[in-house]
């Protein structure tokens, strides 16, 4: 058939058309010719042809629903049998039936694609309305089924019944009930049972089935247990039915109730297959039942089934997390009798589990004379993994340099396994183990001693140990052999991967290396590998925190004019760097040109602009971004809310603040204590001290405990507000929650007692700032004022003896009075 598509070139397709008979209707067409036009559509479609292409327009006429199917199941890929099948249902006097559909749907439900495969079903049932056989719809919902869509199983196929397009019979509503179960829709199911009997259908175990899958997903195995004690009944019980319940148990943590449903199943002559067995035992494990997990490991045994090494691996593990190392070694002798040759994993288990090594010995005794060298090896790696698990490196290296014939340069007693066979020479992994271990001890030149002993003796090391030993050295600063061990891995023919290339990206980004950080790039550009974005973003941060914000800016161009896409998060830390060297127009230009070439900026972003456009007295422009953030469909963080609220506060915007305040709550933003200091700061610098109480109230009714910066601000504020007596209150407040105030706090209580001409007071005051230790200094602003109010108390002969006291204890600095 092929070669007669290759011998009927286009150019003969007239002749063909003219010379050869056919009818559209499926019993009068000739079968030679159907497959020579499905050969070429699929010739044509597979090569991505224009589907209004004059060659098509000549095959249009004979496309059949025969042929469409033909066509669609040699398809290299659904989007080019979406292709073929939508220029299909275009064509005159062409209507798809119930199996080109299912083809198509086949297809989609194949390669996951779960929105086409709703599309083509809404397509089917308004568009072009399509006829179905019950078997077909039946296929069409295993489709659906498979992808998880069981309510749409679901509406397609009341749409297909209530249309008339269908009528389901048994089989169908089967399918229904399996596609369902998938989702445990319980209510649909019982709605579909209860149509099936007023159909007066007999409920089968094909019906049942799914019912009992879907009860078991659910977690109802109340009702679960109902319908398999049915099933029993009726003798439908198999291996799949009893299967799903016991599998259901395990998962649900139920051991006992799926270990005894595997019994009965034995009683009634049913039996697991070997993958139930497996997902069972490892069920068991996970929930630390190892009783049950192994006596259904010696049932899987007895049953015929040889384990797979994952299953020894999983029971071996948790028996020696258990320390339970001699039942362990046990279950190990029994993989010899099944031939299942231990890995590097089960003999590290084994290893670490045991506290002295003695199973060590065990396991070379036990090693087969086939298998001695590569067995013996797995062992010796498996003990140097546990040395340099427990951070035993002496140990590690010691018994590496014996393996390979060398003397180590201390006395470090080793196990007595060495005694029981020969040291067999190491293998690659040998020296990973320990080249590994010495790297993340920080012992970077033990490593690269031991990197070129393997170079010696065991040839040419894995990309792997060369990526780790560049990590370490770039982790290090030692930017010059990293690129050394580069340029001779390329040299030995091993293609560094994107961790190799990083790593010294990394190294060049930590230095500031701005010039070489982008020749790098051009490097990984070249080799096709990405830039990972933690490092660009670590450079734009260290130019930035060293007043260096343009230059980043600049690599930052650079890398777009490589081809690599910075995140939002170096592009913040740029406009962030801008802004701390007062370049805030700057900083908004970058943000537009970040907006205007697609990218979409975060709330961090936008609160880092904000702030520098507050900073800066642009506060109606940062009240801009905020609509802005919000149209956006963004939504503010109280870091937003906060920010505006300051400034306004600070320009005497008090009721606009105010206003945001009642916002935060509108849209369920909480505020937080910084918020509120902020609020009572600037209703105390409004002189409005009763508002600022109120909020404060309102910070603890509603949970937000006050810090010290909060107490220490309405203390302040109260007493600019001539309220010195409220705020000794909250001084003592804020004492007794083992909060200390600064020294401005109690120079603005004594200034304000003063001014209300209560010298007591302001003296009680006085004394307590001088007991703890707040005195301020001569350079201190509060200095003047402190002395001030000595003088008036020295003069006062209700404090003046009082003054004399501190004197003569020594409290108060003499020389600066």
């Given at each position: 058939?092929?070669?007669?598509?290759?011998?009927?070139?286009?150019?003969?397709?007239?002749?063909?058309?003219?010379?050869?008979?056919?009818?559209?209707?499926?019993?009068?067409?000739?079968?030679?010719?159907?497959?020579?036009?499905?050969d070429t559509l699929v010739s044509v479609f597979s090569k991505k042809g224009n589907s209004e292409s004059d060659e098509l327009?000549?095959?249009?006429?004979?496309?059949?629903?025969?042929?469409?199917?033909?066509?669609?199941?040699?398809?290299?890929?659904w989007k080019v049998a979406q292709s073929f099948f939508e220029w299909a249902s275009k064509q005159h006097e062409y209507r798809?039936?119930?199996?080109?559909?299912?083809?198509?749907?086949?297809?989609?439900?194949?390669?996951?694609?779960?929105?086409?495969?709703?599309?083509?079903?809404?397509?089917?049932?308004?568009?072009?309305?399509?006829?179905?056989?019950?078997?077909?719809?039946?296929?069409?919902?295993?489709?659906?089924?498979?992808?998880?869509?069981?309510?749409?199983?679901?509406?397609?196929?009341?749409?297909?019944?209530?249309?008339?397009?269908?009528?389901?019979?048994?089989?169908?509503?089967?399918?229904?009930?399996?596609?369902?179960?998938?989702?445990?829709?319980?209510?649909?199911?019982?709605?579909?049972?209860?149509?099936?009997?007023?159909?007066?259908?007999?409920?089968?175990?094909?019906?049942?089935?799914?019912?009992?899958?879907?009860?078991?997903?659910?977690?109802?195995?109340?009702?679960?247990?109902?319908?398999?004690?049915?099933?029993?009944?009726?003798?439908?019980?198999?291996?799949?039915?009893?299967?799903?319940?016991?599998?259901?148990?395990?998962?649900?943590?139920?051991?006992?109730?799926?270990?005894?449903?595997?019994?009965?199943?034995?009683?009634?002559?049913?039996?697991?297959?070997?993958?139930?067995?497996?997902?069972?035992?490892?069920?068991?494990?996970?929930?630390?039942?190892?009783?049950?997990?192994?006596?259904?490991?010696?049932?899987?045994?007895?049953?015929?089934?040889?384990?797979?090494?994952?299953?020894?691996?999983?029971?071996?593990?948790?028996?020696?997390?258990?320390?339970?190392?001699?039942?362990?070694?046990?279950?190990?002798?029994?993989?010899?009798?099944?031939?299942?040759?231990?890995?590097?994993?089960?003999?590290?288990?084994?290893?670490?589990?045991?506290?002295?090594?003695?199973?060590?010995?065990?396991?070379?005794?036990?090693?087969?004379?086939?298998?001695?060298?590569?067995?013996?090896?797995?062992?010796?790696?498996?003990?140097?993994?546990?040395?340099?698990?427990?951070?035993?490196?002496?140990?590690?290296?010691?018994?590496?340099?014996?393996?390979?014939?060398?003397?180590?340069?201390?006395?470090?007693?080793?196990?007595?396994?060495?005694?029981?066979?020969?040291?067999?020479?190491?293998?690659?992994?040998?020296?990973?183990?320990?080249?590994?271990?010495?790297?993340?001890?920080?012992?970077?030149?033990?490593?690269?001693?031991?990197?070129?002993?393997?170079?010696?003796?065991?040839?040419?090391?894995?990309?792997?140990?060369?990526?780790?030993?560049?990590?370490?050295?770039?982790?290090?600063?030692?930017?010059?052999?990293?690129?050394?061990?580069?340029?001779?891995?390329?040299?030995?023919?091993?293609?560094?991967?994107?961790?190799?290339?990083?790593?010294?990206?990394?190294?060049?980004?930590?230095?500031?290396?701005?010039?070489?950080?982008?020749?790098?790039?051009?490097?990984?550009?070249?080799?096709?590998?990405?830039?990972?974005?933690?490092?660009?973003?670590?450079?734009?941060?260290?130019?930035?925190?060293?007043?260096?914000?343009?230059?980043?800016?600049?690599?930052?161009?650079?890398?777009?004019?490589?081809?690599?896409?910075?995140?939002?998060?170096?592009?913040?830390?740029?406009?962030?760097?801008?802004?701390?060297?007062?370049?805030?127009?700057?900083?908004?230009?970058?943000?537009?040109?970040?907006?205007?070439?697609?990218?979409?900026?975060?709330?961090?972003?936008?609160?880092?602009?904000?702030?520098?456009?507050?900073?800066?007295?642009?506060?109606?422009?940062?009240?801009?971004?905020?609509?802005?953030?919000?149209?956006?469909?963004?939504?503010?963080?109280?870091?937003?809310?906060?920010?505006?609220?300051?400034?306004?506060?600070?320009?005497?915007?008090?009721?606009?603040?105010?206003?945001?305040?009642?916002?935060?709550?509108?849209?369920?933003?909480?505020?937080?204590?910084?918020?509120?200091?902020?609020?009572?700061?600037?209703?105390?610098?409004?002189?409005?001290?009763?508002?600022?109480?109120?909020?404060?109230?309102?910070?603890?009714?509603?949970?937000?405990?006050?810090?010290?910066?909060?107490?220490?601000?309405?203390?302040?504020?109260?007493?600019?507000?001539?309220?010195?007596?409220?705020?000794?209150?909250?001084?003592?407040?804020?004492?007794?929650?083992?909060?200390?105030?600064?020294?401005?706090?109690?120079?603005?209580?004594?200034?304000?007692?003063?001014?209300?001409?209560?010298?007591?007071?302001?003296?009680?005051?006085?004394?307590?700032?001088?007991?703890?230790?707040?005195?301020?200094?001569?350079?201190?602003?509060?200095?003047?004022?402190?002395?001030?109010?000595?003088?008036?108390?020295?003069?006062?002969?209700?404090?003046?003896?009082?003054?004399?006291?501190?004197?003569?204890?020594?409290?108060?600095?003499?020389?600066?009075?």
């Open positions: 058939m092929a070669l007669r598509g290759e011998k009927l070139k286009v150019g003969h397709l007239w002749w063909v058309l003219t010379k050869v008979p056919y009818s559209t209707q499926n019993g009068n067409r000739n079968k030679e010719f159907d497959g020579w036009v499905a327009k000549r095959l249009a006429p004979m496309v059949s629903p025969q042929i469409v199917e033909w066509v669609l199941k040699r398809l290299p890929n798809h039936t119930c199996y080109t559909y299912n083809a198509m749907a086949s297809i989609l439900s194949l390669s996951q694609q779960t929105s086409h495969l709703k599309s083509m079903a809404k397509h089917l049932t308004d568009s072009t309305p399509c006829s179905f056989t019950p078997s077909a719809l039946a296929f069409l919902l295993r489709c659906f089924a498979s992808l998880g869509l069981s309510l749409d199983a679901h509406l397609l196929f009341d749409a297909l019944r209530l249309k008339g397009l269908c009528l389901p019979d048994h089989y169908c509503y089967n399918c229904l009930l399996e596609a369902l179960s998938k989702s445990s829709l319980l209510h649909l199911i019982h709605l579909r049972l209860e149509e099936m009997k007023s159909f007066g259908w007999e409920l089968d175990k094909f019906t049942f089935t799914p019912v009992l899958h879907a009860y078991c997903k659910a977690r109802r195995f109340d009702l679960a247990l109902k319908v398999y004690n049915h099933m029993r009944e009726k003798g439908w019980l198999d291996a799949r039915v009893s299967t799903i319940l016991a599998l259901s148990f395990s998962k649900c943590g139920h051991v006992d109730s799926a270990f005894h449903l595997v019994e009965s199943m034995e009683s009634h002559g049913l039996s697991l297959n070997e993958k139930t067995f497996c997902v069972l035992i490892h069920g068991f494990v996970k929930e630390s039942r190892l009783d049950r997990a192994l006596q259904l490991f010696d049932k899987m045994s007895r049953a015929g089934f040889t384990p797979p090494l994952s299953l020894f691996d999983v029971v071996i593990g948790e028996l020696c997390r258990n320390n339970d190392v001699h039942t362990a070694f046990t279950l190990l002798l029994k993989m010899k009798e099944f031939r299942v040759v231990p890995d590097f994993g089960i003999f590290t288990k084994l290893i670490s589990a045991s506290p002295d090594r003695s199973v060590i010995a065990k396991l070379v005794e036990e090693v087969p004379q086939d298998q001695e060298e590569r067995t013996l090896v797995l062992i010796y790696n498996a003990v140097l993994t546990c040395y340099v698990s427990d951070g035993l490196m002496d140990e590690a290296c010691h018994l590496l340099r014996m393996m390979i014939g060398r003397k180590s340069s201390g006395d470090v007693p080793m196990d007595a396994f060495l005694k029981v066979k020969r040291l067999v020479f190491p293998n690659a992994a040998s020296f990973s183990i320990v080249i590994n271990g010495h790297l993340k001890n920080g012992q970077l030149d033990l490593a690269l001693s031991l990197f070129n002993d393997m170079k010696q003796f065991v040839g040419k090391p894995t990309v792997l140990i060369y990526n780790n030993l560049i990590n370490g050295l770039c982790d290090s600063d030692r930017l010059e052999e990293g690129r050394n061990l580069l340029r001779e891995m390329t040299e030995s023919g091993l293609e560094p991967t994107h961790f190799t290339y990083n790593s010294i990206y990394g190294c060049l980004c930590k230095r500031k290396d701005v010039l070489g950080a982008i020749d790098m790039l051009k490097v990984m550009r070249g080799c096709g590998h990405e830039a990972w974005i933690k490092n660009s973003t670590l450079l734009v941060k260290e130019l930035c925190d060293h007043g260096r914000a343009v230059e980043a800016c600049n690599f930052l161009d650079s890398v777009v004019q490589l081809g690599f896409l910075p995140d939002i998060v170096s592009y913040s830390a740029a406009m962030g760097g801008l802004i701390k060297i007062q370049k805030v127009d700057r900083a908004l230009n970058l943000f537009r040109d970040l907006c205007s070439r697609g990218h979409c900026p975060d709330v961090v972003a936008f609160n880092i602009l904000m702030r520098g456009l507050c900073k800066a007295n642009r506060v109606a422009e940062a009240e801009n971004l905020l609509d802005e953030i919000v149209a956006k469909g963004l939504t503010p963080s109280v870091v937003t809310y906060n920010q505006l609220i300051d400034s306004w506060c600070k320009n005497g915007s008090i009721d606009k603040a105010m206003a945001l305040l009642s916002r935060m709550s509108e849209e369920d933003r909480e505020p937080n204590v910084i918020t509120y200091s902020t609020l009572v700061d600037g209703l105390c610098r409004a002189e409005r001290p009763d508002d600022a109480l109120l909020v404060w109230n309102e910070m603890e009714r509603k949970g937000c405990s006050p810090n010290r910066i909060a107490f220490m601000a309405l203390i302040y504020g109260l007493c600019k507000c001539c309220r010195p007596m409220t705020a000794l209150r909250y001084l003592h407040e804020m004492e007794l929650k083992e909060m200390k105030a600064d020294t401005f706090v109690y120079t603005a209580l004594l200034s304000a007692f003063l001014s209300d001409k209560d010298i007591t007071s302001a003296f009680e005051i006085f004394k307590e700032m001088v007991y703890a230790g707040y005195f301020p200094e001569s350079h201190d602003k509060n200095y003047s004022t402190v002395i001030d109010a000595v003088d008036k108390f020295s003069k006062d002969r209700r404090t003046s003896s009082g003054i004399q006291v501190l004197m003569e204890e020594g409290k108060l600095p003499t020389h600066r009075l």
